[in-house]
Nanobody, 123 residues
Framework: QVQLVESGGGLVQAGGSLRLSCAASGRTFSDYAMGWFRQAPGKEREFVAAISWSGGVTRYKDSVKGRFTISRDNAKNTVDLQMNTLKPEDTAVYYC????????????????WGQGTQVTVSS
């Protein structure tokens, strides 16, 4: 199992930016596809972005394309989510997730999860 710890959440005004970071430990990080999910109050946890083990393939939720960028640094065992042009509807708890396998966007395919970090975007 991979242990994941998110950081970088906070409160930002609409149009602003935040950079989330996820630090991994416990297993060989480069063997895992990584993802970011989010959960808003009263809603189910949803896919946001994912990246393959090599970093060569990425996927995004349609509503964040062009605004969010997922990246990873296998030498540092980290995966980041750069969020630009934030909107109030981006407000949620953001979770880092890991899967020992190829890239997927399906929540249930990920076996390791961080504790989450709150992102709040004000109008």
């Amino acid at each position: 199992q991979v242990q994941l710890v998110e950081s970088g959440g906070g409160l930002v005004q609409a149009g602003g930016s935040l950079r989330l970071s996820c630090a991994a430990s416990g297993r060989t990080f480069s063997d895992y596809a990584m993802g970011w999910f989010r959960q808003a109050p009263g809603k189910e946890r949803e896919f946001v972005a994912a990246i393959s083990w090599s970093g060569g393939v990425t996927r995004y939720k349609d509503s964040v394309k062009g605004r969010f960028t997922i990246s990873r640094d296998n030498a540092k065992n980290t995966v980041d989510l750069q969020m630009n042009t934030l909107k109030p509807e981006d407000t949620a708890v953001y979770y880092c997730a890991a899967r020992r396998g190829i890239l997927t966007t399906i929540r249930s395919d990920f076996g390791s999860w961080g504790q989450g970090t709150q992102v709040t975007v004000s109008s």
